[in-house]
């Protein structure tokens, strides 16, 4: 795609993702913006005009105790050629930081290969993972507790003393997860346990369950 073909296409993309709830961008191989969309301006507080004159690379929003392991994530996207996701902090105009999730694939275009991202704000829920983790680190010596996803439960965090429960490290536990919860939990209260989460996430009331 020439540079005339491509100063005509941007304004259509703009207009199109500019509707969009979260952040939009298109980024050419050397890591430059080709477009964002209004959104992304609002999340970072910075205009269209600021962050052209600030330069093409956006590395810098960043925030610095972030920077360097999300651009490790993202160093081999180029090459790769897959999906990547990874979360981190932007330092927005009025030095506010947020969490935003990077959701960003490959697409190629008559030929030239762009970066096509979505940026969402993540700050909420973000925060309270944190104050949950917190929480349970602290309460390692006298509570188990975890975190799961989806109606599949996927374990997404648990604390030292669910470890411990279990005889297991959480190398071990990741390698052999079917194994453990098989040997560790009959059929029967797996499948009590699998309804009452269900039950808890589709009603967001809180219970309790011994098995």
């Known amino acids: ?17 500019d509707q969009a709830p979260c952040g939009v961008g298109l980024f050419d191989s050397h890591g430059f913006h080709v477009f964002l969309n209004q959104t992304f301006f609002k999340m970072t ?13 956006l590395d810098w929003l960043i925030c610095p105790e972030d920077r360097k392991s999300t651009m490790d994530t993202l160093s ?7 999906q990547i996701e990874v979360e981190y902090r932007i330092v927005q105009k009025d030095t506010t ?15 030239m290969k762009f970066a096509f991202a979505f940026i969402t704000d993540i700050t909420e829920g973000k925060t309270k993972s944190i104050e949950l983790e917190m929480i349970a680190q602290n309460s390692a010596e ?3 507790i975890f975190r799961i996803k989806g109606k599949q439960m996927a374990l997404e965090y648990a604390n030292p003393k669910f470890y411990e429960l279990l ?9 052999n997860e079917k194994h453990l919860i098989d040997a560790s939990v009959s059929e029967e209260d797996y499948k009590r346990t699998s309804e009452a ?15």
């Open 1 to 17: 795609m020439d540079q005339e073909k491509l100063e005509d296409l941007i304004p259509k993309l703009k207009k199109l993702f």
């Open 197 to 211: 989460v269900n039950e808890a996430i589709n009603t967001g009331k809180s219970g309790e369950l011994l098995y």
């Open 45 to 57: 507080g910075y205009s269209e005009t600021e962050l052209k004159q600030s330069g093409n690379n």
């Open 97 to 111: 930081h947020i969490w935003v999730r990077l959701d960003i694939s490959m697409i190629s275009v008559n030929g």
């Open 76 to 82: 081999n996207f180029w090459d790769a050629d897959k």
């Open 142 to 144: 006298s509570i188990s």
């Open 167 to 175: 005889d297991t490290t959480p190398q071990q536990y990741h390698e």
